[in-house]
C-alpha cells in the first residue's frame, strides 16, 4: 500500500467518525426532548388522575355515585372547569396546557353563556 492510500484511507474514516458524531448528537437532543416531555406527560398524568379519584369520591360521598349528576349546563360548566384549570378548550389547541388566556377560548365561554 502507496502512502497515498493510506492518507486517503484515513481521511475518509475520520470523516465518517465526525458525520457519527454529528448524528450522536442529534439523537442526543431528540432524546432529551422526548425525556422532557415523557415527564410533563406524566406529571400531567399523575394530576388528572388525582382529579379523578377526587371527583369520583366527591360524587360518592354525595349519594349519586358520579353518575347522575344533572345534564343541563353540565358540558357547558365542564369546558369551563378545564379552561380555569390551564387547559384549551377551543377546536384550535383543545386539552392542551395554556401558559395565558386565548381569545378562541374566551370567545367560546362568552358565546355559550
Known amino acids: 500500500m502507496n ?3 493510506v492518507i486517503e484511507q484515513f481521511t475518509h474514516l475520520e470523516s ?7 448524528q450522536l448528537g442529534e439523537l442526543k437532543e431528540q432524546l432529551a426532548m422526548l425525556i422532557e416531555e415523557n415527564q410533563h406527560l406524566s406529571i400531567e398524568n399523575h394530576h388528572l388522575r388525582q382529579r379523578l379519584d377526587h371527583e369520583d369520591r366527591e360524587g360518592k360521598s354525595e349519594g349519586q ?3 347522575n ?3 343541563v349546563g353540565e ?3 365542564n369546558l369551563a372547569r378545564l379552561y380555569e384549570e390551564g387547559f384549551h378548550i ?3 389547541h383543545f386539552g392542551s396546557p395554556r401558559d395565558e388566556d386565548c381569545l378562541f377560548c374566551l370567545s367560546f365561554l362568552n358565546r355559550s353563556s
Open 3 to 5: 502512502k497515498k492510500t
Open 16 to 22: 465518517q467518525i465526525g458525520d457519527l458524531h454529528q
Open 69 to 71: 349528576r344533572p345534564v
Open 90 to 92: 377551543c377546536n384550535l
Open 65 to 67: 355515585g358520579g353518575l
Open 75 to 77: 358540558g357547558y360548566d
